[in-house]
């Protein structure tokens, strides 16, 4: 099994920056593609950024500029810097990882617990 420990949330002031870390940790072969999610209530969740094993990054034009995504493989982590905050970024921001286990040939798909953004005066 595979643990995802999220850490970084909290409260910010608008224009203020966040860095959200994301600690994957068990059985764990190899890591593929790593992202960040957010939701609000009554809302599907949405990717924030997404980040290769190659390290090719993907940012929605929503964060982009705002949002940077990274990883240290050595480590199984992922982050996600966040400046420039505005009161819509406020969500619940998850983590998620494509991971092969040992003794497994497939990746398989594992989400954070989630920690809490709020952007707010």
């Known amino acids: 099994q595979v643990q995802l420990v999220e850490s970084g949330g909290g409260l910010v002031q608008p224009g203020g920056s966040l860095r959200l870390s994301c600690a994957a940790s068990?059985?764990?072969?190899?890591?593929?593609?790593m992202a960040w999610y957010r939701q609000v209530p009554g809302k599907q969740r949405e990717l924030v950024a997404g980040?290769?094993?190659?390290?090719?990054?993907t940012i929605p034009d929503s964060v982009k500029g705002r949002f940077t995504i990274s990883r240290d493989n050595a480590k199984n982590t992922v982050y996600l810097q966040m400046n420039s905050l505005k009161p819509e970024d406020t969500a619940v921001y998850y983590c998620?990882?494509?991971?092969?286990?040992?003794?497994?040939?497939?990746?398989?798909?594992?989400w954070g617990q989630g920690t809490q953004v709020t952007v707010s005066l």
């Open positions: 998620y990882t494509l991971v092969k286990l040992k003794d497994r040939i497939i990746f398989l798909p594992y």
């Open positions: 068990g059985s764990i072969s190899s890591i593929n593609y």
């Open positions: 980040i290769s094993s190659g390290d090719i990054t």
